[in-house]
């Protein structure tokens, strides 16, 4: 089989395309950078060098391929980043479209079953929209939940002011999940193939209170009363800012952290539970004392 990967060497593409090579398939990996050229080449597969906005670089590398992976990868200086995310979804749509792609894994996340009021997410649910508009393609969008590498931001917090926090609600249960979790989940939907017309699948390796996150990570740290505070949106904004994101990011996080605690972000994941992967929040834990200790 072939296959195209976005995402170039991220937490979840790099384990990916170690995978498929290993299961002796041609692999090729878009990246933005002629540096990680070496890096990709080593791992057995191909590299194309080029950008996610260049809709004919996308053609030309998607064409003659069986499947594609999918994911919009992140901008900082987006301008409209919700929009940014939408247009990603459209490139996509019509390079898979021009080159007869017959089948697509695309990642998703949790929450993008909300055309509005879910910060970046809701470009992802444009995303969406775009491939499944496709006629002949079949689409499976893997739905993540909230990613435990993201709790890696709160270190200096944690640091300096000997909390953790979010404006996610008061003691609200987060569906959390492991990269490695979810590249096991887009390996075997690429070996497969299985999946027909345009589908959904939720990823969660754990459900934790804010609450017992804080207790699981701060006993993780040495820090075992370490407690977990809610902001308000505003603190939360102003925080981020402070922090260095620029204004339309930190509103995106600070709109995606309110679907959060008002429940909206979860709704249609608790409709359609997954069965659980396999990494715990404890498992976690342990990266997140190492990252905290280094």
Partial sequence: MRYV??????????????RLVKAAHDV?????????????????????????EDTGFLTR???????????????WDAQNWKEHIHSIGKNYAAAIKAAGVKKVVNLSSIGAHMPEGCGPVSGLY??????????????????????????LANIGMIKHMGIIG?????????????????????????LSLAHTGKSVRY??????????????????????????????????????????????????????????ASGKMASDYLANRPAMSPTRLEDFAKEFAAAYNS
């Fill in 5 to 18: 990967i976005t995402g170039s060497l991220g937490h979840i593409s790099k384990p990916l395309v170690t």
């Fill in 28 to 52: 090729t990996v878009i990246t933005s950078s002629a540096d990680r050229v070496k890096e990709i080449e080593a791992l057995g597969a191909k590299a194309a060098v080029g950008r996610v």
């Fill in 61 to 75: 590398t998607f064409t003659g391929v069986d499947a594609v992976y999918t994911m919009v990868p992140p901008k």
């Fill in 126 to 151: 444009g995303v969406e929209a775009e491939l499944n508009a496709l006629e002949g393609t079949d689409v499976l969008h893997l739905r993540p939940a909230f990613f435990y590498y993201n709790l």
């Fill in 166 to 190: 979010g404006n996610y609600g008061e003691n609200t249960t987060m569906a959390l999940v492991h990269p490695a979790d979810i590249a096991t989940v887009a390996g075997d939907a690429l």
């Fill in 203 to 260: 990823i969660v390796s754990d459900e934790r209170t804010t609450h017992d996150i804080a207790r699981v990570l701060g006993t993780a740290i040495g820090r075992p009363g370490l407690p977990w505070v809610n902001f308000r949106d505003e603190d939360a904004l102003n925080g981020m800012i402070q922090a260095g994101l620029s204004q339309e990011v930190a509103a995106n996080y600070t709109e995606m952290g309110a679907a959060m």
